[in-house]
């Protein structure tokens, strides 16, 4: 069965009640397309979406949410197209299954993914929905509140392999003989669902999704999915536990089938065993603080989450699992803390978003102060511009920053010795000269994260985008302790403290608090 059954993320579920009739009844076209494996026309109703609503993130979603599902289901596709046409009759294979072979030859390592055997191929497509995937080959969902994303099912391309039996004849001498192929029509419907998804190129579309992730990462403020694929396709491309032997797995997907039942015990054990038998086994020690949560031993799920921390450092999974557990239990401060570490791996959007609720339980009003750019980052890579800025506009003045120092800065964005600039970062010398050159007026925050020195960490974690992450790698590197100052200042942006700082370069805002609580004393 190929399912394609995006759930619902946050930014979806906030709109998904006020979208006009018009676009529900063009996304319900685009459905249609899909259940007919028309792919790139569904696409097609969906990318006109986004170019007529850029900054609403319920249509960035849709998109890459799909893309990605139809991106799982190419190479199981094309493996299981060419076992399908190596099980026929070679005499009933027509020149139309052969032109269709020369068309699949197109990227075909590592294509021998199991494919579970099912009765029938059909679509399902059961609404617009795209929060985070988690890759585990057994899904599992854990709620921290209502508004937590639900986690995503795999779609699966399947035939009926008793369909592929040969059917026999006797002759007049009473010889068996093979009977002419009938036309099946469940077969023929199987077959074309399995060669549309087939002949889609893997990299070609795998380089789109990315585009689109970048775009939707671009526009809006919490596109949660795109944020994460690009993290998933772009950074975390490597299987951790790649070394765990068969039986160490066949535990671990055990455990998680027992934890998926909410059987905590049961999926203890079978977490232990894994590690018992392969003692690296990343996901096990991560999974096996989820089964300890579920049991209510809390010391233990915190001690497993650290040790998968400290097998894979650079993954953010046990870092946000510590915050949602915080969370969970009302430790919003441990929360935090934990969710600023996730950020400092990765600044994906859900962990910006994740903040802002934790800090939002504390009492205080926390703004992330992202900011909407009008243009992809500086890059020495590359001699023109995805998106070229209007002429006399702030972000035309950035790009213009980019020709007076191309050579001084590496493909990453970070300085080579020279001459013009001790800046290390191109993103915060394009920056500078941005502020610089434009009215005062413009860019209240970074102005002033720039006169106390923090505009490093405003420009690469705040406003992050993917095309930074070289950038932000590095920086976060060398200032980890700046950092969390940074985020400090951040959360507690409204205290008097930093009044005298707001009235400098919030003067309106300031005035407008200061004569609401005039009128609440009186």
């Given at each position: 069965m190929v399912v394609f059954s995006p759930m619902m993320s946050m930014a979806q579920k906030k709109v998904d009640q006020i979208i006009p009739d018009a676009e529900k009844r063009k996304i319900i076209k685009a459905k249609k397309l899909f259940n007919s494996f028309k792919i790139y026309e569904g696409e097609k109703i969906l990318k006109d979406l986004v170019r007529e609503h850029p900054h609403e993130a319920y249509y960035h979603e849709a998109l890459v949410q799909l893309q990605r599902q139809v991106l799982d289901q190419l190479r199981p596709a094309y493996s299981e197209y060419q076992s399908f046409k190596s099980s026929l009759p070679s005499d009933s294979t027509n020149n139309e299954m052969d032109e269709d072979q020369a068309l699949y030859q197109h990227?075909?390592?590592?294509?021998?993914?199991?494919?579970?055997?099912?009765?029938?191929?059909?679509?399902?497509?059961?609404?617009?929905?795209?929060?985070?995937?988690?890759?585990?080959?057994?899904?599992?969902k854990k709620n921290v509140d209502e508004d937590e994303e639900p986690i995503l099912q795999d779609a699966t391309v399947t035939i009926d392999s008793s369909l592929l039996k040969d059917d026999f004849i006797d002759d007049e001498n009473g010889v068996p003989i093979k009977k002419a192929p009938k036309k099946d029509k469940t077969l023929e419907k199987q077959l074309k669902a399995i060669s549309e998804l087939a002949q889609i190129p893997f990299d070609g579309y795998k380089n789109d999704l990315i585009q689109n992730c970048r775009k939707a990462t671009l526009q809006v403020e919490f596109a949660d999915s795109a944020s994460f694929y690009l993290r998933q396709l772009m950074i975390d491309t490597l299987d951790p536990d790649i070394r765990a032997s068969d039986l160490a797995v066949e535990k671990f997907e055990n455990g998680m089938i027992e934890l998926n039942a909410k059987e905590a015990i049961a999926a203890i054990q079978f977490f232990k065993q894994a590690i018992d038998i392969h003692a690296d086994y990343y996901s096990a020690h991560l999974y096996l603080g989820d089964a300890f949560s579920l049991a209510g031993k809390d010391k233990e799920a915190i001690k497993e989450y650290h040790k998968a921390n400290l097998l894979q450092p650079n993954k953010v999974e046990p870092f946000e699992k510590l915050s949602l557990f915080y969370y969970q239990i009302g430790k919003y401060k441990e929360a935090a803390v934990a969710c600023i570490d996730a950020i400092q791996i990765y600044p994906q959007q859900h962990f910006m978003q994740l903040l802002k609720r934790i800090v939002n339980k504390t009492g205080k009003d926390f703004n992330t102060q992202w900011l909407l750019r009008e243009v992809y980052p500086l890059t020495t890579a590359k001699n023109y511009f995805e998106i070229t800025a209007l002429e006399k506009t702030p972000w035309w003045q950035y790009q213009a920053a980019e020709a007076d120092v191309h050579s001084y800065f590496d493909t990453l964005g970070i300085v080579r010795p020279n001459e013009k600039t001790?800046?290390?970062?191109?993103?915060?010398?394009?920056?500078?000269?941005m502020l610089d050159d434009t009215k005062k007026e413009a860019f209240p925050f970074a102005r002033a994260m720039n006169k106390i020195g923090f505009l490093d960490c405003y420009v690469l974690i705040t406003s992050f985008h993917h095309d930074l992450y070289g950038q932000f790698k590095d920086f976060v590197k060398n200032n980890p302790e700046k950092i969390k100052e940074y985020f400090y200042m951040l959360i507690n942006w409204e205290d008097k403290k930093f009044e005298k700082l707001r009235k400098e370069f919030f003067p309106k805002t300031e005035e407008v608090a200061d004569k609401t609580n005039s009128e609440n004393k009186k």
């Open positions: 990227d075909s390592k590592n294509l021998n993914q199991p494919i579970a055997k099912k009765d029938s191929v059909e679509i399902e497509w059961n609404g617009l929905d795209t929060g985070p995937r988690k890759e585990d080959k057994i899904k599992r001790n800046e290390r970062y191109l993103e915060i010398y394009a920056w500078k000269r």
